[in-house]
């Protein structure tokens, strides 16, 4: 498939393509592959911004009940697999290659496992989980919600992340900072009444190395609660290097209302 000057080839297989068709209560496994030599999303959305995608290659499978592919709210339940993943991005210049993940959807929870791959040459494994997803289809949303993660990676490499149309956005000393063995594990739960309502950041690790700072990180932790006119910062503290802090504060953000003890 060509469109302007982007180009797209998909191919695939369904072990029992009937049983999707007629929604029946039987296992089946889809696989698909993808690849394009070039896709100037720009141009096919009419975004002047657009990204662009070079030498896309992507590997995609998954399994579950041929009903629940047919029949579902607002996602199938299954199990979920990007079996491999390469691609150039053009305004967010880099590659992304050997990109793994084991997504499982069940009736309002998904797990992502060993999600894992290269951005040029920083490295990332994450595993996570989201709680009540159905809200975020909701026209109001409504109810709360809870997104957990644990993240790790050997080498992180700053400018391999934030940079964006040749530009970086971080100050010229931290640009080119590598941060080695680092490690975050926390949970935000989010209460929702058609606005935000409040919102709850638990750390309960972080540790890792710098390169350029030459700090080692540790022993982090604490919670962060944000309500529209309040915010409390409890026990939030760790070490780097021969440093250690920690920090419990109250801010009122309405001026309406006194700092909170």
């Known amino acids: 498939l060509k469109i302007e000057n982007s180009d797209f080839r998909l191919a ?8 999707i068709i007629h929604g029946l209560q039987k296992p089946v496994d889809v696989k ?12 096919l959305t009419n975004t002047p911004n657009g990204e662009t995608v070079e030498d896309l290659s992507l590997k995609l499978s998954f399994a579950a009940i041929a009903q629940d592919l ?31 993940a084991d997504i499982l959807i069940g009736n309002n929870e998904l797990e992502v496992k060993g ?6 040459q920083s490295d990332f494994f994450l595993n996570g989980r989201v709680e009540n997803f159905e809200k975020w289809f909701q026209d109001r ?6 997104f957990e ?3 790790r990676s050997k080498q992180l490499r700053i400018n391999d992340l934030l940079t964006y149309s ?23 739960d989010l209460l929702y009444e058609g606005d935000l309502q409040s919102a709850d950041l638990y750390l309960t690790q972080l540790e890792g190395k710098t390169t350029l700072h030459p700090l080692k990180l540790e022993n982090f932790s604490g919670r962060i609660h944000y309500e529209p006119d309040y915010l409390l910062v409890e026990n939030f503290g760790g ?3 021969l440093s250690d802090f920690n920090i419990h504060m109250g801010l009122g953000l309405d001026s309406a209302h006194a700092t909170k003890p």
């Open 70 to 100: 047919m029949h579902f709210d607002h996602l199938p339940k299954g199990e979920f697999f990007i079996d491999d993943l390469y691609a150039k991005l053009g305004k967010y210049p880099h590659t992304l290659h050997d990109f793994e």
């Open 166 to 188: 040749g530009v970086n956005y971080l100050p010229q000393s931290w640009r080119d900072e590598v941060l080695s063995n680092l490690h975050i594990h926390g949970k935000v």
């Open 32 to 43: 698909l592959q993808a690849s394009a030599e070039k896709l100037d999303f720009g141009k």
């Open 141 to 146: 949303i409504e109810g709360e919600s809870t």
């Open 239 to 241: 070490k780097m290097g």
């Open 12 to 19: 695939g297989t369904i072990s029992d393509f009937p049983a």
């Open 115 to 120: 999600f894992k791959g290269e951005i040029d």
């Open 149 to 151: 993660w644990d993240f």
